[in-house]
């Protein structure tokens, strides 16, 4: 398997555009998860999905963004419009479901300017 | 929610020398994780081990879940070990949902 795969790798946008991130969770997974990463706060979890449902959003930060998973092997994460303060490292992970080992794409790296 | 913290925040070896990292959770947990994020910032897995011991290669990681501690053990330290390394838990009821610690940063000297 190719593992969780994630795109772009790299997205420099200025401020106010519309940015989408995306996700292919490894095949068999049921669980995707959306992380962010800065050097204030480390890891967070965005939100997560159980069978293409979201289970727990909480994460998220504003209404600016939103997530979906219109299939078993597809996540999009998108922020509309973009803030400099949204600049980080995003991932994504998927697992076979609960008590399971979850596995992290290699991230996209956001620059908002 | 649970609390995980992290210990030593940042470490400095010099090469061949060994290591335990320390990882602290405050509620019960169902998943522990052992990642270590490289300098190209991949999270690569190390260890699943929501308890008891699992050894690869150098590297071995103990889970104590009663208490409510991780270790993980680096022996024989080479410079490509050098990065982060960050424990994750899900507690009881999370639904998956891992939480991660702020990690430990280790630098491994030649």
């Known amino acids: 398997d190719a593992g969780v795969i994630q795109s772009p790798r790299h997205e420099v946008t200025e401020m106010g555009q519309e940015v989408t991130l995306r996700c292919k969770p490894i095949?068999?997974?049921?669980?995707l998860f959306w992380y962010r990463q800065t050097m204030m706060r480390g890891l967070e979890l965005l939100i997560y999905f159980n069978n293409n449902v979201p289970i727990d959003d909480s994460g998220m930060p504003e209404d600016r963004f939103s997530a979906k998973m219109p299939n078993a092997s597809f996540s999009t994460l998108k922020i509309q419009p973009s803030e400099p303060r949204d600049s980080a490292v995003y991932f994504c992970?998927?697992?076979?479901?609960?008590?399971?080992?979850?596995?992290f794409g290699q991230g996209t790296r956001l620059t908002v300017v | 929610g649970i609390q995980v913290e992290q210990s030593p925040p940042d470490l400095i070896l010099q090469e061949g020398a060994n290591s335990t990292l320390r990882c602290n959770f405050s509620d019960s947990v169902n998943n522990l994780q052992w990642f270590h994020q490289n300098p190209w910032g991949q999270l690569i897995n190390l260890f699943y081990?929501?308890?008891g011991t699992k050894q690869n290669g150098r590297l071995s990681a103990t889970t104590v879940a009663t208490e409510r501690y991780s270790l993980l053990y680096i022996s024989s330290s080479q410079t490509t070990d050098s990065g982060v390394y960050v424990c994750s838990v899900e507690g009881y009821n999370q639904g998956g949902k891992l939480i991660f610690g702020q990690g430990t940063e280790l630098s491994v000297k030649p």
């Open positions: 992970a998927s697992s076979p479901g609960r008590l399971a080992e979850a596995f």
């Open positions: 081990i929501p308890s």
């Open positions: 095949s068999g997974h049921n669980s």
